[in-house]
């Protein structure tokens, strides 16, 4: 194979392994900051804000560190969200008070923005152009296993140590992850971006939003409010329906994840984006369905598979048009527009459903959800499907 068009290379490895450390460890804090909200005299409705707080700080910094990363290049964009990963990740097991603890989630939502748009942008320079689909398939597995290890890894060192064991621990991990960053050979310097700007002639753009990206970035905001339901209020419905172990459903989820975002990539590289968001999509909706009108075990596990293979689908299609669509040196714009709508969709969502789990119940408040996606569907059909690879 064209050396040109390999996907595996040094680079490729040491950034999906830098991803991969620095989801576990957030996985692990995800899962565990609301119960240490409670655990220090929190309310739910503290836990909940804790985590709106977390996921609007992320929200801004991705605008800003989008247009950093194109602007001052990539490598100490990285490290400057790294070293405040590090350092905030630290502090949740020194502080002891709710107010201390939301100041530290703010922070650190501050630094996972950052962090989060600048690994991807990272990611997508190292990736061909002609593989862009496949590669980002196979990036975003790194995701997939962080998801389906990082609760159940963090949860097991609570049991065995305490919260400051647990928060050292993921601390640790942050420090490795910036590790295996610095030794990547080849990062892009803000001199090579201008090159490229040049080379095409584009000329600098400071615009927060990259135009290209929000169609995009639009639909999968409708696609992650799904999501942002599910995280919200699975192990709820899952305890009503009288599931010993309702967590299995994001286990099946992230393994079908697994299963389908590099194949999903391969066709969206030889057949365009429509082959696999059209039917992604409608997968969701029947994923959604099933989970909110089935009873039993197992439509409970078939519909993870469905959500699963589905959203691995869509995202696949959806976030290679976004970053395919972008200009020379506006690739970080680009990641940043896509992942804004993904932390507004599962924001939104959370909120949105709350209200709906409120008059119809969880069951009901899952079925109703599948019209966000059939929304995002129907703007897809709109607006995207004539968009060209």
Not at 222 to 234: E, I, R, S
Not at 286 to 300: M, S, T
């Amino acid at each position: 194979m064209d050396e040109k068009n390999k996907i595996l290379t040094r680079d490729f490895a040491f950034i999906f392994i830098t991803n991969l450390i620095l989801f576990f460890g957030f996985e692990m804090i995800s899962t565990i900051a609301p119960m240490y909200v409670v655990e220090i005299g929190g309310d739910s409705a503290a836990a909940g804000t804790a985590t709106m707080i977390f996921t609007l700080a992320a929200l801004v910094t991705r605008a800003l560190s989008g247009s950093a990363l194109d602007r001052l290049g990539r490598r100490w964009v990285f490290v400057a969200g790294l070293v405040g990963m590090f350092v905030f990740t630290y502090l949740y097991g020194v502080v002891g008070t709710v107010i201390a603890v939301m100041a530290v989630r703010l922070m650190h939502g501050l630094a996972w923005g950052i962090t989060s748009t600048s690994a991807n942008t990272v990611a997508s320079d190292t990736i061909p152009k002609e593989r862009f689909g496949e590669g980002m398939g196979f990036y975003s597995l790194s995701n997939s296993f962080a998801m389906a290890l990082g609760p159940a890894v963090g949860l097991m060192i609570l049991d065995a140590s305490s919260y400051k064991g647990l928060f050292t621990f993921s601390t640790g991990t942050i420090l490795i992850a910036l590790m295996f960053f610095l030794g990547m050979k080849n990062v892009k310097t803000a001199a090579t971006l201008k090159t490229e700007r040049s080379s095409a002639g584009v000329k600098e753009n400071r615009s927060l939003i990259e135009k290209s990206a929000a169609m995009p970035a639009i639909t999968i905001l409708m696609v992650c409010m799904t999501y942002g339901a599910l995280v919200t209020f699975l192990a709820l419905y899952g305890k009503e329906m009288g599931y010993s172990n309702p967590g299995i459903f994001f286990i099946a989820y992230a393994l079908s994840l697994l299963a389908s975002r590099p194949a999903a990539g391969r066709l969206t590289d030889k057949r365009g984006f429509n082959v696999v968001v059209i039917p992604g999509l409608i997968l969701m909706i029947a994923g959604l369905l099933v989970l909110g009108l089935g009873h039993g075990i197992g439509l409970f596990l078939l519909s993870a598979v469905l959500y699963g293979v589905g959203n691995g689908a869509a995202q696949a299609g959806l976030m290679t048009m976004a970053v395919l669509s972008a200009p020379p040196g506006r690739v970080g714009a680009a990641n940043a527009t896509f992942m804004m709508g993904f932390d507004a969709g599962i924001g939104a969502g959370s909120l949105v459903s709350g209200f709906i789990a409120g008059a119809l119940g969880y069951g009901s408040m899952f079925a109703v959800s599948s019209l966000f996606v059939a929304a995002a569907l129907v703007f897809y059909l709109i607006f995207g499907r004539n968009r060209k690879r």
